[in-house]
């Protein structure tokens, strides 16, 4: 007989091991951010050591406008419209290229603590549930057993946990 179960109305089920999950997963994140940009540093090291230097290099940008003017042909306004392109002032390469790169790692970062976030609770539920079910089997109340829902992990655990205390119950009987 299957229990109905319902969404949990709490996001931090075990603080310690969804706050172990999520510390470890942006302190990884956040050790690729420092790993990449240092290697972003040394590429730019060495080329400017091989006497490229990357620093001095500007980059301009052209920009398409588009220019409306109101012209009478035989006293009808119609309007004339024409392209020019005009260059943007230049700038170089890091200016062009840091920023972007910042704002993504922040990003990822952030989107990365979230998604990390929201998995622990999908692991820390079932975590929660077992254990809570091996605490009253253990206190004597032996009709217990673990039900999870659809999107939980460990379920295989579950699963064995269950058969155990199935056995358990056959051989208290017996």
Avoid: C
């Amino acid at each position: 007989m299957k229990k109905k179960l319902t969404r949990r109305r709490r996001l931090i089920l075990d603080s310690g091991l969804q706050y172990r999950m999520v510390t470890r997963l942006v302190v990884s994140v956040v050790a690729a951010v420092v790993l990449f940009s240092t290697l972003f540093v040394i590429y730019y090291w060495v080329s400017y050591m091989s006497g490229d230097n990357l620093f001095k290099e500007y980059v301009v940008v052209y920009k398409q406008v588009q220019t409306v003017k109101t012209v009478k042909v035989d006293g009808v306004p119609l309007e004339q419209r024409y392209y020019e392109t005009l260059a943007q002032p230049p700038t170089t390469r890091l200016q062009l290229i840091l920023p972007a790169l910042l704002v993504n790692n922040l990003l990822i970062m952030f989107a990365l603590a979230g998604m990390a976030f929201l998995y622990s609770h999908k692991l820390a539920g079932p975590v929660y549930r077992i254990k809570g079910v091996i605490n009253r089997s253990l206190a004597g109340d032996a009709d217990q057993r673990i039900y999870l829902r659809e999107g939980d992990e460990l379920k295989d655990l579950a699963e064995k946990v269950n058969a155990l205390l199935e056995r358990l119950d056959r051989f208290g009987t017996a």
